[in-house]
């Protein structure tokens, strides 16, 4: 009775830590690592995305560049666009280029989205392009699913290196308390 009781406190914490190492991050407009948004966010393409970050990054701290041409973004197309930067400062904001991204299906689930390796979230809601700089995070993030006025999540783009980097112990924590139970039971036969 005492093994089976020692047995179930010992998953009770494991499952209880295994919920914490899961849970993730949700990412929001008006938090610290929001860069800014640039309407219209398309042609939705990786390569022009990669450009809508690479001006949000030159821009000057909350500042607005409305009809900018799209050859000075550059980007393909005739149209203006105008980018808005918060005023969230980053020690270094690394540029991106097409090679660095993942783009994610139409219509995907916010989250969770692994960020290991990523600099930059750009997700698109409606017609507008909104980018996060999450390069000083780590685990997984969740997008917003919706920010109002029928703008859903319609798909995001990750950039950044997908590099395997071990879980953070997560797992070696894990396989301690479960080590440490099945010591613990041993012991007490």
């Known amino acids: 009775m005492l093994k089976m009781r020692l047995l179930g406190k010992v998953l009770a914490i494991m499952s209880a830590a295994a919920v914490m190492v899961l849970q993730a991050s949700a990412l929001t407009i008006t938090d610290v ?3 800014g948004s640039t309407d219209p966010g398309s042609p939705a393409n990786e390569s022009d995305e990669a450009a809508y970050i690479n001006y949000l990054t030159g821009m000057t701290l909350g500042d ?3 009809d900018v041409a799209a050859a000075d973004v550059p980007v393909d197309g005739p149209k203006t666009y105008d980018f ?3 005023n969230n400062s980053f020690a270094t904001l690394p540029t991106v280029t097409v090679d ?4 994610s299906g139409d219509d995907p689930a916010p989250g969770p989205i692994d960020i290991t390796g990523i600099s930059y979230i750009l997700a698109k809601y409606g017609g507008v392009a909104h980018v996060w700089y999450v390069g000083n995070l780590t685990g997984s993030q969740t997008l917003p699913a919706d920010l109002g006025k029928s703008a859903g999540l319609s798909h995001y783009t990750t950039f950044g290196e997908r590099v395997g980097v ?9 396989l301690g308390v479960g080590m440490l139970g099945l010591a613990a039971l041993r012991r007490k036969s």
């Open 33 to 35: 690592n929001y860069l």
């Open 64 to 66: 607005t560049d409305l």
């Open 84 to 86: 808005r930067r918060s």
């Open 100 to 103: 660095d991204a993942d783009k």
């Open 166 to 174: 071990p879980d953070g112990g997560a797992t070696a924590v894990l």
